[in-house]
Each structure stands twice: as C-alpha cells, then as structure tokens.
C-alpha cells in the first residue's frame, strides 16, 4: 500500500528558504547603477497645492532627479479603477500617480526624488518645500456622504461615488412590516491595515533599445500589473514583464496597481536606469491600502417561533481618496451577496453607498466584503435571540439550510455548490460542549465572573469565479486560470501557473495535486509562479481562489497528460489502450503486471520520440485554461469562549473551536495555518486592531507602538474540527480556505464578548473590543441601571 | 526608516565620553529608544556616542544598597539575584520590559534618560527612593528618583551630563512589587504599579507607592500610602488607598487614543489593589 499524498499533511516545500531567509525578495533583488526613489507625500489629508519648491533638493549630493505630476505630465495616464460595478451610477475620478494641484489624503505622493542612496533619496525629499492650503477634511464615511461635508474630488457630486442596491426594496419593506420582531444595530467595521509581513517594493529596468520594462514588485497578480503598468505607460503589453518575485504576505494589499510601480517604471523610462522603491512601514500604514470601514445601518426581521424572515442594510462604505483598483466590488458584490448566509431566509436587500473620503483608499483585505457580511448577519441573529428569548444556538439550528449536494439557490440570487450546514454545527457545538458551557456560564456568574459564549454559523463564496459573472458585475478582467504541466526528459516536473501566491504554501499544495494525479513523487515537481514571461497568463491570488481554480487547471492539464501516457504506453509495450491500467505513476497491462511503464519512462520515450504511435505529437507537456462554472462555497462552525474582567475591561480568548468545510483536505497542516492566521486576524478585528484618524485625517495609528497587532499569547491552542463536502463542480472537489478563518471569527468573538456582558446590561460596543472601551460600556449601562 | 546622517564614535572612558559629546551629539546606549526615532527622524543628533565599552558603566554592585551601572541591562537587572532580594521590585519592572531582545539590549540609564512615560523601571525607582548618579564636564551630582522625572520625556538630565548609575537602598525588609497592565499594541505600560511595604507583624508600618504609564512621569502616591500605613492592609484601608492613588496622580495623567487618562487613572485604583495583594499574598 502506498501512502495517498493528496490529503497528507506534509511539510510546506517553500518554508525552508523562507525560514532561513533565503528566500530572494524585491527588495533583495540589487541592480548596478539603480537609483533609489523616495516619494514626497503630503502630511494633510486635504489640501491645495499653492507651490513646490524643489531646488534645495536637486542641489544636494547625489540626487538625479525630482520630478512632480507637471514634470511626468501625459508620460503616466491615472490609475484605473478596475471594478466598474454597474448600474450603480458609478464615479472613477482621476487618480493621478502624483497628485495634481490637490491632495486628498495623508500620504499621498506630491513629488519623487531619484538619488544614488535610499539615505540621500529620503534627505532630499525632506527637503522638498511644498507650500499647502489646508482644506477641511473628512474621514468617517457616514458624514462624507451627508450633506455639507468637504467635496473630495469635483467631479463626484456629495462623495459618493456609487449607490449599489441589491433586491427589491418594497417587498423587504413589506417583509419586515409584517414580522413580529425586528432588531436593528448601528455596526461599524472600523478600518483594518493589513500589514502584510514584507512592505510593498517596485524595482523597473528599461532597455532602451527593444524597449522592453521589466518591473519587479511585489504583486498577489503579475499578470494584472503587467496590464496596468502597460495601460499607464503606453508601453505594449509584450514589452512589459512583471515579476513578483518572493512576495511576503499581502492579504489583498498587493492585489491593487499602486501609484509607486507607476512612478519607478516611467522614471526609469525617462532615465534609462533602473530605479527602486521599497516602502517604510510607517508608508505602508499609509499609503498601502486599508480594509473594511464600513457604517453599517442594519435589520433582521424574524417571527417569535425564531424564524428567520429577512435581513436588511444601509452601509456606507468608506473608499478613502481614490478608488483603488478592484474598491467598488468589495462593499457590494463581495459583500451583499452573502447575506443569507447559511440560512432559510428568504428577504435580502442592501444599499452600498460608496463614499470619497480623505482616508487612505480601501480595497480587499482578507475576506473582502465577506467577513463585512457575516459579521452584520451573525450580529443580528444574536440579536434576535436575545429579543425572542431563545438560545442563539438554538435559534441558528432552527434556521439552517439542510444538506445538499449539488446546487441550491438562495435569495441573493447565488447557487450554492454543496453543504452540510447542520452536520459542521452540530459537531462544533459538540466539542464545544455548549450545553454544559451553559451550566459553567450561570455558575460562573454566581461568583461574579463573565464567561460568555458566541457561536458563528457562516458560509462563503470564494474561488473566484466564473468569468461570465465577472464580466456581469463588471469585473474588468477575467476569473479563469491557466496552468502548463511541463515534464523534462528525465521526469522532472515544472507547473506554470499564472496565479501568484505569496504565502500560502500553495508551491506544496499543487505540487501534491500533480502528484495524486500523475504519480511523480511531490519533491519531482516544481511550482513555477511570479513572472509573466514565464508563465501563462492568470488573474492572480486572492479570493481563496488559487486551490480551487489554478488546481482545476492543473488536475485538467494532468489528466490530458495521463491520457496521452496511456496511449503512448500502450504503444510502447504493444498492447490495446482499454489493457492498459494505471496506478501509482505506472502503466501496465491487465493481467501481466511485470508489464509496465513508469510516467517517467513514458516521458522519456515522448521527449525522444523515437516510437510515437500514428497521430501523437512529441513532448511531454500540456495547458488548461480552466474557467469555473461556479464559486466555491465553504463553510463551517465557529465557536468562541470568553471570559470579560470586570474591574478592567479585559477579554481573555479561552477556548476557539473552528469546524470548516473546505471539502477534501489536499494537505490538512496547511488546511490549519490558513485557519490558524484566519482566525488571528479576525479575532484581532473584534479585540485590538483599528485605524483610528483623527478629525482632521492624520493617522494617529501610525506605527505598531499603536496599532494592535494580535500576538501569540492573546490565543488559546484552537481546536480544529473538519467535515468533507466536496464541490460538485470541480474536479478534486475543493473549496478554498484562505480566507474561512477571518470571516467566520470576529462575529464569533465579539459575540462571546456581548453574551458575558449580557448580565451587565451592555448591549453594544463598536470593535475592537479594547479593554477600555468594554470598562466604559460596563460602566455606563451600571449607571443606566445595569443587567436584568 | 532611513535616519539623517550623523557621526560615530565609541568612547573607552567616561572622560572620554564626556569629552566627546558636543552639543549635538546624543549618548548612544542599548539604542532601544533612540535608534527608533532617528529612524522615524523625529530626533537627528548630529553625533553619537557610544557608551557601551565602559566597563566602569557596567555592572551591579550590592553594598549595604544596590549601586547599578547605568549601562546595565535590562536583562541582567532581572537576573541579578542581588536586585532580586533588595528590590525585588526592580526585578520584576525590569523583566517585565519589551521581550527578550529588548531586555538584552535597552539599559536602565538609557531606559530613565529616555524617560518614557510609560516604562516600567522608573516607576520602582520613584516608589523605592532611588537616587540617579550624573556625570558632567564640571563633575558630578546625585539626584533622587522623583525629582530627576520631570515630565513626558523631560528629566532633570543637563545637555552632555551623563548618567553613570543608579542607587537603591536595601529594601530586602519589604514586601516590593511591580505590576504591570501592559497597552495590547506596545506592551509598554498602560498602568505600572509599585508597592514597597514595610511590615510590622500584621501592622503595615511604611508604604512607599508609584504609579507610571497612566502618567507623564512616575508619581509618587503619597494619599494611598497614607491610607494604607499604620493599618492592617484591611479592606477598608486598601479601597482607601484604591480611591486616594487616584487623587494622587489627577494632576499628572497621561493616555492615548486607546488608552485614555480616565481610564487609566481607573485602572490605577485597580492595579493597586492587584499590587497590594500581590505584595501580602
Ligand atoms: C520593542 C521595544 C519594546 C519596549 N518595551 C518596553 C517596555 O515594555 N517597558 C519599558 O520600560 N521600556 C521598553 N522599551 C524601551 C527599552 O527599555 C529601552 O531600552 C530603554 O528605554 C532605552 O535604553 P537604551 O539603553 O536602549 O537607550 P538608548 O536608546 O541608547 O538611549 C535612549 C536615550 O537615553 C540617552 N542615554 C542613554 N544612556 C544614557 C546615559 N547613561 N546617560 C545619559 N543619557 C543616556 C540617549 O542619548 C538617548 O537619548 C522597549 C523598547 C523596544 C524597542
């Protein structure tokens, strides 16, 4: 018997150069004769720009260049904005790579120094003068959008910049008319800063002579950046390469095209020498996007038997300055279509309103409209529960769609591939063992201690996505993936894919979808990723779409391959194809098993095609483009355990339970560390992490002295639990997880938090859930008369 | 990230260093406080001096009292089992500082010099009457803990004097503690407690109490070590004490956005209580 390698948990192949730091990344990456940029950004979140003085600068040693937006003039168009979500009345104001005669958030980029030394590049851009006119700045996305707030751009009338409506808003009215409860919440999704491991880099080389631009950044999806680079430089698209070398975490932060590839590619056009820019961490707090910000007003409907009727939102989504490339999709595709969640609830309908403000621009973040959506849903059936007095847990089970496995349409329009929403939660609340939790809780309580519970029934959709739905919501691009399985004459394995991922230990998960297909050893195959003259085209990592749709493609060009071995050894050991039976990387013939071909004897024997049979091409390689025919929909059961301190306001995580459905599991320990990091950074949403501005739009988070960034000791040892639905429609039948942790986890802690407060009478804090915030809201629901 | 340009240079001597120190120079330590803001360019010396190959800088000797060399580390302070008896407080404050790293590098002269209000060694050193040794080109001076903390970031410390240690009197009679509520984002501290009490029988004959990081310097709590002296360290003499510390320190709070004055000076009262108890337990 030989050990399966799909579904074993073996160690990530990339972690070795990874932990001994020899893993090469764009900054690593050094260029004779570069020059190294540094970007004078505007300390105002909205001012005029009466003057640059830039003289001082271009005097001292060893600077080249600086440059301001009348010097690039046409030489860069703006960005784009790269979801034009439609019937929307949607606004793309200009979003210059450096601001034009106003800026419109802190951080935005007013001039750019090239020197020979990153030191003398950053002494000179302090010494660049630029003379503002302050203008009134707004930062919350609710009063940006009210009447009287500063205008941000001139073209977008009020801020805002699209007003999105999913479902019908009179027969949602008619629905919560009639209900006999209806609970309502005011939720804010304060602003996330993704923080990503490594900043953001950009390194460009232009050869003059093929005129041919070669930019090095770091990129979830070189393919797209090669796209944009190419629309704002005007160079071809076969004249640009991107390369996203080793790429340190991005969690949708490095899907976007920034206005710092722009400038590095067009001045080391304008040059003729390469030039770099690698980001502080203080810039990538604030230039780099932020995720979430949201004000969301918000109500469920529902009968007094706990039957969920419907759901129901206002939400203001904050877009900051400029839209950045993928902005409008994620507050309302991504977002609203997930408001059924894992329930029979028939009535949805949301008004996203995008809203222009002098905040850093927003985009996807991990989970990206998801974890937006959930939350408010979960928030609001914990609502209901306490309304109706029935048990939340209780309540959820009431209202799950029962088993299906192939298709079942909801009220927002989706078809949901395939679940088992009662099995995932029964068995979480079984490790959990939440009745007993109940008793421990009331007994608790008797001593005068908070122990509180929150559980979190969720489903997504991910593996984005087909491409007709794309192009329906008005994605600019396609969602198909395309891979090459390439075998060497010796055996060896290359996949080209044109995905790019940047942490997630794909390199060992499609290597083992290869090898479970066509019985190379895993360590024979090599995951080629990051370079667009490499490998196929590819819309990129993100949406927890890489296992899902580039392993398709792979599974698919795999199985061409095995076709093409069989015949070819059937040929070569002169027996019928229908004789021939494959098992563990070798062919042979039905009742003579000494017969046989190894797929590395096969591979020779096509590379040399000395004896091919009539009609075979030579080679051993085939291509997928594989294009899904639906999302992936995983999901699963959440389950937190808390306990607050009164005297102080502290939250201690005491037990986390996470039962997920991502279908078959390809490798079960990085199945883990993509819930374990999912869960950290959802948890850190509900307990410490916010960007917090102050009124006149500085960031007064600026560095992780204030940002909370969770840390290991804030967790307890999480307690995984899985069940297995495979998707119906792919052909190893996995969903994707990359991003099931961070959804399903903050309603799930904040939950448990509000259930411990119960007894205190505290019915609401906004996130996170800082100790000083849960003191003040004890302290002011006592004064208002405490619990019951 | 990118600091602006500055010199360098090692002193072997403290003449040396104070030799070498011109007006815009800056004494350079563990570099756990300074190198940061030259990095974020909110501070630009023009010179740094290294003091870290003084050997007469380094070291902790116990004579009667604690002296401690100001290049002393963090870590060493923790580990030191003369600290641990004759400020057991200390010790704790100290190894109580950042992680590991931070420990093995920051240093208690640069850790007071720095003088950030949330740091956990000067809160001990202001419970304990701690003096504060200083070095300068025209000779040198003694100044006690409280008054060498002036204010946020602000201590008595002249231009180019140099801290050259730290006394401490024997306080292995008392029950001497440090705790600590450290901000979630930095680990500094959103409220530091020191408690050094001095036990006759059940009687609790001298309370010394300072409370840092709710504050722009440590302060010395002179209203909650009234109510606690002289009493059984009863309830009522500790709530006594909860509700005083926090008139004590009214007119030096501090906070952040997170992390506000009011709040924190109500986690003072509830740290004093934890620090009492710990201190008796
Ligand atoms: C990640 C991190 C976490 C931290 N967490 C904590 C914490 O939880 N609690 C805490 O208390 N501290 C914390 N610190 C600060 C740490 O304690 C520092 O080491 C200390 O504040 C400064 O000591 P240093 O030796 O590094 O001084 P340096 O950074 O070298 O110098 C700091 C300042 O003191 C001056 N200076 C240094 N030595 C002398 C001297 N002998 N005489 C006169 N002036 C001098 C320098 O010129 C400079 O202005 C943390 C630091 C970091 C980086």
């Known amino acids: ?788 | 990230m990118w600091p602006n340009k500055f010199e360098y240079a090692r002193a072997g001597s403290v003449d040396e260093a104070l030799g070498l120190i011109g007006d815009e120079g800056k004494f350079l330590a563990g570099g756990h406080s300074l190198l940061p803001v030259m990095k974020l360019r909110l501070a630009a010396p023009e010179q740094l001096v290294d003091i870290g190959g003084i050997d007469s800088l380094r070291g902790i000797s116990a004579n009667g009292g604690l002296t401690i060399g100001a290049t002393t580390t963090h870590a060493e302070i923790a580990d030191s089992a003369d600290v641990q008896a004759m400020c057991a407080g200390l010790a704790s404050a100290c190894g109580q500082v950042g992680d590991q790293a931070v420990r093995n590098f920051g240093t208690i002269g640069g850790n007071i010099a720095h003088a950030d209000p949330a740091s956990d060694p000067p809160t001990v050193l202001v419970a304990c009457g701690a003096t504060i040794n200083i070095q300068g080109a025209g000779g040198s001076r003694s100044v006690g803990a409280e008054d060498f903390f002036i204010d946020l970031f602000e201590t008595d410390l002249e231009d180019g004097e140099l801290i050259t240690s730290v006394s401490l009197p024997n306080c292995s009679d008392c029950q001497c503690v440090y705790v600590k509520f450290p901000h979630p984002a930095s680990r500094y501290a959103i409220v530091g407690v020191a408690v050094c009490l001095k036990m006759d029988g059940a009687t609790c004959a001298q309370a010394d109490i300072a409370v840092g990081g709710a504050t722009v310097k440590a302060v010395k709590c002179a209203g909650a070590e009234a109510a606690l002296a002289g009493t059984t360290l009863d309830d009522a003499a500790i709530n006594a004490a909860a509700e005083a510390v926090k008139a004590d320190i009214a007119d030096w709070l501090a906070g952040d956005i997170a992390y506000p004055e009011s709040y924190r000076q109500q986690m003072a009262g509830v740290f004093l209580r934890r620090a009492i108890g710990a201190a008796t337990g």
């Open chain 1, 1 to 788: 018997m030989t050990t399966r390698i799909f579904g074993s948990g073996i160690k990530r192949r990339e972690d070795p150069r990874l932990i001994t730091g020899e893993a090469r990344y764009t900054d690593d990456i050094k260029l004779p004769g570069v020059l190294h940029m540094a970007v004078v950004r505007s300390p105002y979140a909205h001012a005029n720009i009466v003057s640059i003085d830039s003289s001082a600068a271009e005097a001292m040693d060893g600077v080249v260049a600086v440059y301001t937006s009348e010097d690039i003039g046409d030489g860069l168009a703006g960005l784009p904005t790269a979801w034009l979500i439609p019937d929307s009345d949607l606004k793309t104001p200009e979003h210059p790579a450096l601001a034009k005669g106003k800026v419109r958030y802190v951080g935005d980029g007013v001039a750019i120094v090239l020197a020979d030394d990153r030191y003398r590049a950053q002494d000179a851009a302090d010494a660049v003068v630029v003379e503002y006119e302050e203008l009134p700045a707004v930062i919350d996305p609710e009063e940006a959008a009210g009447g009287g707030a500063p205008l941000i751009h001139d073209d977008v009338e009020g801020n805002i910049a699209f007003r999105w409506v999913m479902g019908d808003r009179e027969a949602s009215d008619a629905v919560f008319d009639a209900a006999d409860v209806v609970v309502s919440e005011r939720i804010l999704q304060q602003r996330l800063l993704p923080t990503a491991m490594e900043p953001r880099a950009a390194m460009a080389q232009f050869n003059g002579a093929t005129q041919e631009l070669t930019l090095w950044c770091t990129s979830q999806n070189p393919h797209i950046h090669r796209f944009i680079i190419s629309a704002v430089t005007g160079l071809n698209e076969n004249k640009v390469r991107v390369i996203a070398p080793e790429v340190g975490g991005g969690f949708g932060s490095k899907i976007p095209c920034y206005p710092d590839e722009a400038l590095v590619s067009w001045a080391a056009i304008k040059l003729g020498v390469p030039v770099k820019w690698t980001e502080t961490r203080s810039e990538n707090y604030l230039i780099t996007i932020h995720g979430r910000d949201h004000v969301q007003h918000v109500e469920m409907a529902a009968s007094n038997d706990g039957k969920l009727l419907g759901v129901r939102a206002t939400v203001y989504a904050g877009m900051g300055g400029y839209l950045s490339t993928a902005a409008p999709g994620i507050p309302t595709i991504l977002h609203g279509l997930l408001y059924v969640g894992p329930y029979t609830m028939d009535s949805v309908f949301c008004e996203s309103i995008g809203v222009m403000t002098n905040g850093t621009p927003t985009d996807a973040y991990r989970g990206a409209g998801r974890p937006e959506a959930t939350f408010l849903l979960e928030r609001m059936v914990d609502n209901v529960a306490r309304e109706i007095g029935m048990d939340p847990a209780e309540l959820r089970r009431k209202n799950l769609i029962p088993a299906f496995e192939d298709g079942y349409e909801v009220a927002t329009t989706l078809i949901y591939d395939s679940g088992d929403y009662p099995t995932a939660f029964e068995k979480a609340l079984g490790m959990a063992g939440y009745d007993d939790f109940r008793q421990a809780q009331a007994d608790a309580l008797a001593e005068g201690r908070y122990l509180g519970i929150g559980v979190t029934a969720y489903t997504e959709m991910c593996g984005l996505g087909p491409s007709q739905v794309a192009g329906a919501v008005g994605f600019q691009g396609g969602l198909w993936e395309s891979a090459t399985v390439r075998v060497t004459p010796t055996g060896k394995v290359q996949a080209l894919i044109g995905a790019s991922p940047h942490g997630q230990g794909s390199e060992t998960t499609l290597a083992q979808i290869i090898s479970e297909e066509l019985g190379f050893p895993v360590e024979d195959i090599e995951v080629v990723h990051g370079d667009t003259t490499e490998t196929p085209m590819g819309w990129g990592t993100y949406g927890s779409r890489t296992t899902p749709v580039t392993g398709a493609a792979l599974a698919h060009a795999s199985r061409k391959l095995k076709e093409k071995a069989r015949v070819l050894a059937a040929h070569l050991m002169e027996a019928n194809v229908d004789d021939i039976e494959y098992a563990d990387g070798s062919f042979s013939v039905k009742g003579s098993p000494d017969q046989a071909q190894s797929i590395q004897d096969v591979a020779l024997m096509a590379h040399l095609a000395w004896n091919m049979p009539e009609g075979m091409d030579p080679g051993f390689e085939e291509s997928q483009f594989y294009d899904p025919p639906n999302f992936v929909y995983p999901f699963g059961t959440h389950i937190a355990i808390v306990e607050v301190d009164a005297d102080t306001g502290e939250i201690e995580l005491q037990r986390y339970i996470a039962v997920d459905d991502c279908g078959p599991q390809i490798n079960p320990e990085i199945v883990a560390g993509q819930i374990h990091g999912g869960v950290v950074q959802g948890v850190a949403q509900a307990l410490c992490e916010g960007a917090i501005y102050s009124d006149d739009g500085q960031l007064l988070t600026g560095s992780m002295m204030d940002y909370c960034m969770p840390k290991a000791d804030m967790f307890p040892n999480f307690e995984l639990g899985e069940t297995v639905t495979p998707s119906p429609h792919h052909p190893v039948g996995v969903k994707g997880v990359g991003e099931t942790g961070t959804i399903a986890s903050t309603p799930t802690v904040y939950n448990a938090v509000l259930d411990a407060l119960t007894p205190l009478g505290v019915k609401q804090i906004d996130m996170p859930l800082t100790s000083a915030k849960v003191w003040g809201a004890i302290q002011q629901a006592s004064a208002n008369g405490g619990g019951h």
